[in-house]
């Protein structure tokens, strides 16, 4: 019962501190570098602890195998917690046939900051929309372009930093 407490404790305590690391690593690349080096902490404390245990028990396959798989197994609970607190900023660049002050003023009107250009494509003329919003807002903008053109070219990046310009906040 001893050895299974073990690789349970093992397993959960490295995919904690996979979790905060992959959440830390996030945090470093937005330039979030206080809640960085907070997170990494946590991060080595947990890591500490579960690495003893294996290091004690290097002989013994299934504590290895356990810690293997709390790592895998952080990976993967880090990028859903990661998604779940949407912080930072994308950038949405929309390219429609259709005349796009009507999307434009329907976007501004749900709090989104909007640039619109023309521009040239292979096959004619085009409006392009550039959109900077809240990460968690995805779901709520791309409902609004595709329901205003499906056939819609759309790319969304990552923004680490905003300066200046008109950026709207949900309120």
Not at 95 to 124: M, N, P
Not at 147 to 160: I, S
């Amino acid at each position: 019962m001893e050895s299974v407490l073990g690789y349970a404790a093992v397993f959960l305590a490295r995919v904690a501190d996979m979790t905060l690391a992959t959440v830390r690593t996030l945090m470093v690349m937005r330039g979030r570098k206080f809640m960085a080096a907070a997170i990494g902490f946590g991060e080595v404390l947990i890591y500490v602890v579960a690495l003893k245990f294996v290091l004690e028990t290097l002989d013994d396959i299934p504590s290895l195998i356990f810690y293997a798989l709390g790592f895998a197994a952080g990976n993967a609970a880090g990028l859903w917690v990661e998604e779940r607190l949407a912080l930072g900023y994308f950038a949405m660049q929309v390219i429609t046939a259709r005349e796009a002050s009507g999307l434009a003023a329907q976007l501004r009107r749900q709090g989104f900051g909007v640039t619109v250009f023309a521009c040239q494509g292979h096959e004619g003329c085009y409006d392009q929309l550039n959109v900077v919003f809240e990460r968690k807002r995805l779901d709520e903008l791309e409902d609004a372009v595709y329901g205003w053109d499906p056939k819609a070219f759309v790319t969304v990046t990552d923004t680490r930093a905003i300066r200046g310009g008109h950026f709207y906040r949900n309120k």
